[in-house]
T-cell receptor, first 114, second 114 residues
């Protein structure tokens, strides 16, 4: 079974803090994704990566950065957290290439910025 | 730009009923469509994935169909149970704007009443 794990289920931070969200997958997937999920807006893609040290902006990259130093690990960084970044953050992974590309999700991190 | 719509936003049915959840998308140039289940405060669990060349996929009491030309997919749940209560999301992987692009609907929240 594919397993995607996220470092924290719940996180509370203060405005201006630097925040790191970690995601690890154990199925040797090339693709990894960070989404945020907000009521009424659905899931929105922040960044994705298709290889080590490679990254692409998604729909809402502003205020975020990412790091992929190892294939199994994809980190989302909030350089200076703001209250409008309070959200549920979901990490996902999939194989590279056309075809199946089934996405597997982690359990999510509920981030609250005060 | 791909848009994915799920109607209704919420649905309540008595236990034992067969039900259909709808997903529509505006751009038929897709690689695949995936149905997910999300329990409150949790990540997404993949239910079924239909490739663009397929018409349907089945898993247990679930059957998903795809009509690419009309931009529609349905998720059929047979003999619903209280444990089926969750939010169901569909996601479309498009070919335009980078093939990694996955667009999610905002979901249908299902409640099965015992």
């Amino acid at each position: 079974d594919v397993k995607v794990t996220q470092s924290s289920r719940y996180l509370v931070k203060r405005t201006g803090e630097k925040v790191f969200l970690e995601c690890v997958q154990d199925m040797d997937h090339e693709n990894m994704f960070w989404y945020r999920q907000d009521p009424g807006l659905g899931l929105r893609l922040i960044y994705f990566s298709y290889d080590v040290k490679m990254k692409e902006k998604g729909d809402i990259p502003e205020g975020y950065s990412v790091s992929r130093e190892k294939k199994e690990r994809f980190s989302l960084i909030l350089e200076s957290a703001s209250t409008n970044q309070t959200s549920m953050y979901l990490c996902a992974s999939s194989l590279l290439g056309t075809g199946v590309n089934e996405q597997f999700f982690g359990p999510g991190t509920r981030l609250t910025v005060l | 730009k791909q848009e994915v719509t799920q109607i209704p936003a919420a649905l309540s049915v008595p236990e034992g009923e067969n039900l259909v959840l709808n997903c529509s998308f505006t751009d038929s140039a897709i690689y695949n469509l995936q149905w997910f289940r999300q329990d409150p405060g949790k990540g997404l669990t993949s239910l079924l994935l239909i490739q663009s060349s397929q018409r349907e996929q089945t898993s247990g009491r679930l059957n998903a169909s795809l009509d690419k030309s009309s931009g529609r997919s349905t998720l059929y749940i047979a003999a619903s149970q209280p444990g089926d209560s969750a939010t169901y999301l569909c996601a479309v992987r498009g070919r335009g704007g980078g093939y990694q692009k996955v667009t999610f609907g905002t979901g249908t929240k299902l409640q099965v009443i015992p």
